[in-house]
T-cell receptor, first 109, second 114 residues
Framework: GQSLEQPSEVTAVEGAIVQINCTYQ??????LSWYQQHDGGAPTFLSY????GLEETGRFSSFLSRSDSYGYLLLQELQMKDSASYFC??????????FGTGTRLQVFP | DSGVTQTPKHLITATGQRVTLRCSPR?????VYWYQQSLDQGLQFLIQ???????AKGNILERFSAQQFPDLHSELNLSSLELGDSALYFC?????????????FGPGTRLLVL
């Protein structure tokens, strides 16, 4: 079967750095994406990794290791507005986008 | 604002009924995706269309069907509704439905089945 695992909840304080891990098991692999979703809102795209390594976009970075079927999202200089759910998603060879169950990030002052 | 629109925003109906959810993709996007998100759950991929044709199918029930019209808007039809169908239904679009493309999500339709 195909599955993604990520922690259900992470807490941190403003200004800190937090890492949200994602391990996946899929038949075929075409990339790992990350989406952010605020309560009651729609998911919004954050990043995409097709190749091994680190992709940096402002305060957010995403890492992929295809040999380990593992990736992470790194959030730096945390702000209160970063409190949201973060989903990793994988494209398998069935052309479907499979989402993890999400990690709820709570940022405290 | 992603540029993807969905109507209605909220829908309350009874078990056994049928509803239609509508989605208009971003201007220029040819591919539309439908997702279901139940309470405290991740997103479940239902189905994808590209330029009017079905491209990929996920965990979509036989009671559910979808189509994409020549003007590229899409409709998701849910029939014989059950309590468990209560969820947020999102539509997303992307330019060509390619694996590496970003998907832009609409605001969702919140369905409550009583």
């Amino acid at each position: 079967g195909q599955s993604l695992e990520q922690p259900s909840e992470v807490t941190a304080v403003e200004g800190a750095i937090v890492q949200i891990n994602c391990t996946y098991q899929t038949s075929g692999f075409y990339g790992l994406s990350w989406y952010q979703q605020h309560d009651g809102g729609a998911p919004t795209f954050l990043s995409y990794n097709a190749l091994d390594g680190l992709e940096e976009t402002g305060r957010f970075s995403s890492f992929l290791s295809r040999s380990d079927s593992y990736g992470y999202l790194l959030l730096q200089e945390l702000q209160m507005k970063d409190s949201a759910s973060y989903f990793c998603a994988v494209r398998g060879d069935t052309d479907k986008l499979i989402f993890g169950t999400g990690t709820r990030l709570q940022v405290f002052p | 604002d992603s540029g993807v629109t969905q109507t209605p925003k909220h829908l309350i109906t009874a078990t056994g009924q049928r509803v239609t959810l509508r989605c208009s993709p971003r201007s220029g996007d040819l591919s539309v995706y439908w997702y279901q998100q139940s309470l405290d759950q991740g997103l479940q991929f239902l189905i994808q269309y590209y330029n009017g044709e079905e491209r990929a199918k996920g965990n979509i029930l036989e009671r559910f069907s979808a189509q994409q019209f020549p003007d590229l808007h899409s409709e998701l039809n849910l029939s014989s509704l059950e309590l468990g169908d209560s969820a947020l239904y999102f539509c997303a679009s992307s330019p060509r439905g390619q694996l590496q493309e970003t998907q832009y999500f609409g605001p969702g339709t919140r369905l409550l089945v009583l």
